[in-house]
């Protein structure tokens, strides 16, 4: 099998480009002077700070994130792009400085909130509204929701009376109730319904009404 020479030359001069480059970047990496990014996070009003914000370079694939109170710390080098990225809030940038004399920089970055606008929209369960419409007029109550007299009548639903549970304000009453009778047996023994006068004068004037004759019959 034979290989051009062309062909060779191709491949090498590729191979060297490609190690040149690779040398240029990380010499002008370590060229580079590397500084300390440390700052605050705060809303538009600057009252409060706001935790989990992204602050990261792109280019490098290298960040952190804002604290609860807003405080971030990270490595970077002259000329990154940094970025201050939060979910419901309008993207930040900041170039770190070349010419910087110090090896930290400080910031206090606000965010404002990016608020987006969107359309009506009205979820039908068919794709036209003609379509619900004639669906909506075929539609047979009695077969979906059978309703006779056997379902309505009143043993069954006396039974599921009993059936169900206590309302809220069932429950409060009793505990209300609890609570009064506890009270009661605290400071003092519990009155018996049969040694109040007051209720035998109600009982005795019920009798000359004639209120249990009345439910008699």
């Known amino acids: ?8 030359a191709f491949f090498l001069f590729f191979f060297g480009a490609t190690f040149l ?3 240029v970047h990380a010499q002008d990496d370590q060229e580079r002077r590397i500084l300390q990014l440390s700052g605050i996070i705060l ?36 000329g990154d792009s940094v970025l201050f990225t939060f979910i419901g809030l309008k ?4 170039v770190i400085p070349k010419d910087h004399e110090d090896d930290k920089i400080s910031l ?20 036209t509204e003609d379509e619900f419409k004639r669906a909506v007029l075929a539609l047979n109550l009695e077969e979906e929701m059978p309703l006779n007299r056997g379902n ?26 609890q609570q009064v009778m506890q009270t009661q047996d605290r400071y003092g023994p519990r009155p018996l319904p049969l040694l109040n006068p007051f209720a ?3 009982f005795i004037r019920s009798i000359k009404r004639g209120d249990l004759k009345r439910r008699d019959d």
Do not use: C
């Not at 034979?2 to 060779?8: G, M, T, W």
């Not at 993207?91 to 900041?94: A, E, I, N, P, T």
């Not at 309505?152 to 109730?177: I, K, V, Y």
């Open 91 to 94: 993207k930040q940038s900041f």
């Open 21 to 23: 480059l690779t040398q």
């Open 1 to 8: 099998m034979k290989i051009k020479i062309p062909h060779i």
């Open 200 to 202: 035998w004068r109600d």
């Open 152 to 177: 309505l009548s009143p043993q069954l639903l006396l039974r599921w009376a009993e059936e169900m549970p206590a309302s809220g304000d069932e429950n409060f009453r009793g505990f209300t109730r």
């Open 43 to 78: 809303n538009a009003d600057s009252t409060d700070a706001i935790p989990g914000v992204n602050v990261y370079v792109p280019k490098k694939g290298r960040g952190t994130s804002s604290n609860n109170f807003g405080y971030f710390s990270m490595p970077v080098a002259e």
């Open 108 to 127: 206090i970055v606000t965010m404002d909130t990016d608020e987006i606008l969107l359309g009506e929209i009205e979820v039908m369960p068919y794709p």
